[in-house]
């Protein structure tokens, strides 16, 4: 019934509906229906003709059954497969999946892009002075503000522990990329107020681009996270993109 229809599904799930129950096949489908009080629900429907002695079809019998909880459930499921629990973030899986999308999109379009490694420098302390739970509202915090800073577009992902990743596509001088992490470890620096409690941390960055070094993800992750140690050991709160060549000034 037309009162059920949400204009949510693809109309030619109806179409292939209306072809096989016409043609007298019983017929199974998930649909997107709409209550009486518009809310929306999942519904899983099968659809039988009936037929009279001579093989005529006179009736349809449509059973369905309200499958929203077990869409919601497998929703959670693929999300918490996918994003970090502690910020909400993409997490390894996904980030990877999203690079690989960026490098499909830069070769096709012949653009640059940017990977950057993220690790925070002094945020074991934290974590060994007000312990792990306030180490990830902590974390929570440092999230926002990196994709605060960051275009909408750009994805921000947490590797694990105090590591984050950000995807950076269409960026194609380094003077461009060096301006982002430049306001990255400025916006790390500033203090963080968590639970009334002032903290700070900095950022080592490391930066490996598409296609100078490298054309696939783990390429790039492996030379990025090379970068970002580099970073480090030149004092930390800095930035550095992959030089093959050690002590190679790289900032820029």
Known sequence: PDILRSDEQDPEVFAAMWRAIENGEVYRCELVNRRKDGSIYHEEKTITPLKDAHGRITHFIATGIDISERIRAQEKLEYMAHHDAVTGLPNRVLLLDRVAQALTRAQRDSRAVAVMFIDLDGFKAINDTVGHHFGDRFLGEV????????????????????????????MNSMADIGKVARKLTRDLALPFLVDGREMYVTGSIGVARHPVDGTDVHTLLRKADSAMYRAKQVGKNTYRFYSEVEGEEDTA
């Open 143 to 170: 999230a926002a503000r990196l994709q605060a800073t960051v275009r909408e577009q750009d994805t921000v992902a947490r590797l694990g522990g105090d590591e984050f990743a950000i995807v950076l596509e269409g």
